[in-house]
Nanobody, 117 residues
Framework: QVQLVESGGDLVQPGGSLRLSCAASGIAFALYNMGWYRQAPGKQRELVAGINSGGITNYADSVKGRFTISRDNAKNTVYLQMNSLKPEDTAVYYC???????????WGQGTQVTVSS
C-alpha cells in the first residue's frame, strides 16, 4: 500500500519559516520524481517545487529564492524548506510522487500552512 504522509504545516507569522516533510512508503522512492503542490481556497492546485530522481530541482517563480526542496532517499522523505513566508503562501500543501515509466502517480493527504499575523 502506497502512502505519502505530509507533516510540518502550521500557523506562522509573515517573514517566518517552516519545513514540510513527506514520508513515503510502498514505493521505490529513489526512482520517483517528487513534488510539492499547493491549493489555496478558490484556486487551482499549483506546482510549488519539484525534484526528480536525479536530484534536479525546479520552482514556481513565486517561491524562487525563498523555498528549497530536497530529498533523502535513505529516509524515503522529501522536504520543503520555506523561508520568508508571505500571506499569499497560505494553502494546503500536498506531496506528489510520480514515475512515468511505471505510469504511477500518488498524492498525500495535505498539510495546512497559514501565514498570518
Amino acid at each position: 500500500q502506497v502512502q505519502l504522509v505530509e507533516s510540518g504545516g502550521d500557523l506562522v507569522q509573515p517573514g517566518g519559516s517552516l519545513r514540510l516533510s513527506c514520508a513515503a512508503s510502498g514505493i521505490a522512492f529513489a526512482l520517483y520524481n517528487m513534488g510539492w503542490y499547493r491549493q489555496a481556497p478558490g484556486k487551482q492546485r499549483e506546482l510549488v517545487a519539484g525534484i526528480n530522481s536525479g536530484g534536479i530541482t525546479n520552482y514556481a517563480d513565486s517561491v524562487k529564492g525563498r523555498f528549497t526542496i530536497s530529498r533523502d532517499n535513505a529516509k524515503n522523505t522529501v522536504y520543503l524548506q520555506m523561508n520568508s513566508l508571505k500571506p499569499e503562501d497560505t494553502a494546503v500543501y500536498y506531496c506528489n510522487a510520480a514515475n512515468t515509466l511505471f505510469g504511477a502517480l500518488y498524492w498525500g493527504q495535505g498539510t495546512q500552512v497559514t501565514v498570518s499575523s
